[in-house]
């Protein structure tokens, strides 16, 4: 069969295929709610009283769990499991990819006279010992020592999906380096409960229940019908569209975002949503994107580790559910050019159970002045790390959204609002004027303004916006994991925190009241950290010449970003609070950098390989037909012309991009480099002539599914 005709065949499918009712949820959100999860009820109901005590001593204070228990735990975890229908047991990780891995193991061992027995011990439980020898792990082990570990993470809960028992791991190599992204995120979250603590002793709170951060992140994601999504090699194997002319219409109505949801993404999302609350993944919000074909998840916000790994099984969850519905998901950040990319927003706060949100600005001048210090730890912490968080979110894809028009640009910049950005410019002037009377007064603790709860306006062009109670990170990409970022994140505050807690502490060591301290410390931040709030349009030119006279840094793509990770600055931030040594987060930078080569040299060589065997041959066939008309049709003798044209301009483009492809580097950031300047401008040019031929060839001829036909679901 031609390319040809599985199109149009498709289209065919799609045109008289009965859109199945959706399967509405049925059962009570209650009963739904975690029934697959082995949580800290089902623990306290199947455990013994004192093994569960011990067990949450470990959750909740990290302390060290013994092997008794731990074999009681398996064996309870294991029973459970099989009554839900498991039959294998498998420890979840999260390598250095965007992806999660996971090995399987069925609890069955032979017993040795013929029959089996089902096991599973505390030590299978705790620890694991993958063959994990071809997971990124940038030089830190060498394949003659390849054994990685798998280390049972006793706060994120373990799960059954079909006949599986999954056991969130951290990973780590035989010296004990971290060879994932779970492993710091957990050392990150310690750095910053210790400085946020040493902050609100300080404020003579005496109860002070453990600090974690917050994160709920926003999912956007389009949706394919499979048909064509098999058909266009470029989505199946770089996730994105290397070809395709817009189509007449795009996103230009705005008629999409928030309009109504197509009836078969209902009867998925209804799927999805159900298979995710028995996961106890708390999804609550859906609706219609910018984009054609464009959609979002968003779940309500748990504690960063949770976040983290409940949105690691969403992105799974997300493709596997859209199988089963006939499409494809794509969590790519820009799949189609000309229509919006897909970001992740990661909304994020931090704060406890005995004081609250520590980014809420609360209904009390304390609490204001509480707030504001944590509020200027992470403008600080933005400010001086910016750099790192924009390496954090570099990746070949995003890349391609960044700084286009829907998503912020590559300058890190935070977004206060119009009365939040007004208190800290009178913080700068060192008084705060009180908004009614005008007249100037000492900024002592119990005369702050009043903050309200909702900072009013909006901003979509900010990558870093404070949104009334948290801090939302709009620069994220679409299949990142959000791990990257928050380790990032919560490190850099825990140094900004520790930062102001050292102030604050040698101010009153000096004599000091508290009010006083907390005012020259809130004066000095407010000044030093002007620079990089920004309250205006992100999207502008202005913005970047502005941003450059602040000194805040541009990095426009992966290559630009990722040298950030290898500064003083960041090497001494990760290793001063034990996030990451130098070495790991050495092989971090040379890992991301690596991936950045293979996915671009997997695009330049998917582009040659369409060019050549998909797009040319339809060329060169309607060229065929054309000469043969050109004869007789002035029309197809005009149109022979442009044709060839273009075909000619594919034809050396392709000859350029290959020789590009043969070029030699000596290392993988010159790699990097060459392909970022020449490789993919030179893809670029290919395309341009391909899709001026889509324009021109004749629709039955025309191999690869369309924009129009893949993006407008029906
Ligand atoms: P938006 O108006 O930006 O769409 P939503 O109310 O839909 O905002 O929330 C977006 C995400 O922010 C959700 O995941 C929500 O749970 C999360 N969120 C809300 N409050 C907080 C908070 N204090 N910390 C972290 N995430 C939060
Ligand atoms: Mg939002």
């Known amino acids: 069969m031609t390319g040809i005709s599985v199109r149009k065949q498709a289209v065919a499918e799609i045109a008289s295929q009965a859109v199945a009712p959706f399967a509405k949820i049925t059962e009570s959100p209650d009963d739904l709610f975690g029934s697959n999860v082995f949580s800290l009820a089902e623990m306290k109901a199947k455990l013994p009283k004192d093994v569960f005590r011990s067990l949450k001593k470990t959750i909740e204070k990290g302390e060290v769990l013994n092997a008794a228990v731990a074999d009681t735990v398996a064996s309870a975890m294991r029973e459970w499991a099989m009554a839900k229908g498991a039959t294998h047991y498998a420890h979840l990780f999260y390598p250095l990819t965007s992806a999660t891995a996971e090995k399987h193991d069925s609890f069955i061992t032979p017993d040795g006279e013929g029959g089996a027995v089902s096991e599973f011990s505390g030590k299978l439980l705790i620890q694991g010992e993958p063959d994990a020898s071809s997971f990124p792990n940038g030089g830190i082990r060498q394949t003659s020592e390849a054994r990685g570990y798998t280390a049972w993470d006793v706060t994120s809960p373990a799960f059954v999906i079909d006949s599986t028992l999954y056991i969130p791991t951290a990973f780590v190599s035989w010296t004990g380096e971290a060879l994932d992204k779970k492993t710091p995120l957990l050392r990150s979250q310690q750095a910053l409960n210790r400085q946020a603590t040493r902050i609100l002793k300080l404020f003579g709170h005496e109860e002070i229940a453990n600090v974690v951060a917050f994160a709920g992140p926003e999912q956007e994601y389009f949706l394919v019908d499979r048909r064509f999504f098999m058909s266009r090699p470029d989505l199946l194997s770089a996730g994105r569209t290397l070809f395709g002319a817009k189509p007449p219409r795009g996103q230009e109505f705005e008629d999409l975002y928030f309009g109504q949801i197509p009836e078969r993404v209902i009867a998925y999302m209804v799927d999805l949503e159900r298979e995710l609350l028995k996961l106890g993944i708390p999804a609550k919000t859906r609706h219609n994107e910018v984009a054609p074909g464009q959609f979002e998840i968003a779940p309500v916000f748990e504690s960063a580790n949770m976040a983290a790994d409940h949105q690691q099984m969403s992105m799974v969850m997300m493709r596997k559910l859209a199988i089963r519905h006939g499409f494809e998901c794509?969590?790519?950040?820009?799949?189609?050019?000309?229509?919006?990319?897909?970001?992740?927003?990661?909304?994020?706060?931090?704060?406890?159970?005995?004081?609250?949100?520590?980014?809420?600005?609360?209904?009390?001048?304390?609490?204001?002045?509480?707030?504001?210090?944590?509020?200027?730890?992470?403008?600080?912490?933005?400010?001086?790390?910016?750099?790192?968080?924009?390496?954090?979110?570099?990746?070949?894809?995003?890349?391609?959204?960044?700084?286009?028009?829907?998503?912020?640009?590559?300058?890190?910049?935070?977004?206060?609002?119009?009365?939040?950005?007004?208190?800290?410019?009178?913080?700068?002037?060192?008084?705060?004027?009180?908004?009614?009377?005008?007249?100037?007064?000492?900024?002592?603790?119990?005369?702050?303004?009043?903050?309200?709860?909702?900072?009013?306006?909006?901003?979509?062009?900010?990558?870093?916006?404070?949104?009334?109670?948290?801090?939302?990170?709009?620069?994220?990409?679409?299949?990142?994991?959000?791990?990257?970022?928050?380790?990032?994140?919560?490190?850099?505050?825990?140094?900004?925190?520790?930062?102001?807690?050292?102030?604050?502490?040698?101010?009153?060591?000096?004599?000091?009241?508290?009010?006083?301290?907390?005012?020259?410390?809130?004066?000095?931040?407010?000044?030093?950290?002007?620079?990089?709030?920004?309250?205006?349009?992100?999207?502008?030119?202005?913005?970047?010449?502005?941003?450059?006279?602040?000194?805040?840094?541009?990095?426009?793509?992966?290559?630009?970003?990722?040298?950030?990770?290898?500064?003083?600055?960041?090497?001494?931030?990760?290793?001063?609070?034990?996030?990451?040594?130098?070495?790991?987060?050495?092989?971090?930078?040379?890992?991301?950098?690596?991936?950045?080569?293979?996915?671009?040299?997997?695009?330049?060589?998917?582009?040659?390989?369409?060019?050549?065997?998909?797009?040319?041959?339809?060329?060169?066939?309607?060229?065929?037909?054309?000469?043969?008309?050109?004869?007789?049709?002035?029309?197809?003798?005009?149109?022979?012309?442009?044709?060839?044209?273009?075909?000619?301009?594919?034809?050396?483009?392709?000859?350029?991009?290959?020789?590009?492809?043969?070029?030699?580097?000596?290392?993988?950031?010159?790699?990097?480099?060459?392909?970022?300047?020449?490789?993919?401008?030179?893809?670029?040019?290919?395309?341009?002539?391909?899709?001026?031929?889509?324009?021109?060839?004749?629709?039955?001829?025309?191999?690869?599914?369309?924009?129009?036909?893949?993006?407008?679901?029906?």
Not at 472 to 494: C, D, H, K, M, Y
Not at 515 to 522: A, E, K, M, R, Y
Not at 582 to 596: A, F, G, M, Q, V
């Open 330 to 714: 794509l969590t790519h950040e820009k799949p189609f050019a000309g229509v919006n990319g897909s970001g992740k927003h990661v909304n994020f706060s931090f704060g406890n159970s005995t004081q609250g949100n520590m980014l809420d600005p609360g209904d009390t001048p304390h609490e204001n002045a509480q707030f504001l210090v944590f509020c200027a730890g992470v403008i600080r912490a933005v400010h001086k790390h910016g750099g790192l968080l924009r390496a954090a979110i570099a990746s070949a894809q995003n890349d391609h959204r960044l700084g286009a028009n829907e998503a912020p640009p590559a300058i890190i910049s935070v977004f206060l609002g119009e009365q939040l950005s007004d208190v800290f410019d009178q913080l700068k002037a060192g008084g705060a004027k009180n908004s009614k009377s005008k007249g100037i007064m000492e900024i002592g603790v119990d005369t702050l303004p009043k903050l309200p709860k909702d900072a009013g306006d909006r901003n979509r062009t900010s990558p870093f916006a404070f949104t009334g109670n948290r801090f939302e990170f709009r620069a994220v990409g679409g299949g990142q994991s959000i791990a990257g970022p928050l380790i990032a994140l919560q490190t850099a505050i825990a140094e900004a925190l520790d930062y102001i807690a050292g102030k604050l502490e040698a101010s009153i060591g000096s004599g000091k009241t508290l009010n006083v301290s907390i005012q020259t410390v809130l004066t000095e931040l407010a000044n030093e950290h002007a620079a990089v709030v920004f309250n205006g349009n992100g999207y502008s030119e202005e913005w970047h010449q502005e941003a450059e006279k602040r000194g805040l840094l541009n990095l426009k793509t992966t290559v630009d970003a990722l040298p950030q990770l290898n500064t003083p600055e960041t090497i001494k931030l990760f290793d001063k609070y034990n996030v990451l040594t130098p070495r790991e987060l050495k092989s971090r930078h040379d890992i991301y950098l690596e991936t950045y080569v293979k996915q671009v040299l997997v695009e330049a060589k998917l582009v040659v390989k369409m060019g050549k065997t998909i797009i040319l041959p339809a060329a060169i066939r309607y060229q065929a037909e054309l000469g043969a008309a050109s004869a007789s049709s002035n029309a197809a003798k005009k149109l022979l012309g442009e044709v060839s044209g273009y075909a000619d301009k594919l034809d050396s483009g392709l000859a350029s991009l290959e020789k590009a492809l043969g070029h030699e580097s000596s290392d993988v950031a010159s790699e990097a480099k060459h392909l970022k300047e020449e490789v993919l401008p030179l893809m670029l040019s290919v395309r341009g002539a391909a899709d001026a031929l889509e324009g021109l060839i004749a629709d039955d001829l025309w191999p690869l599914p369309t924009y129009q036909e893949m993006l407008f679901i029906r």
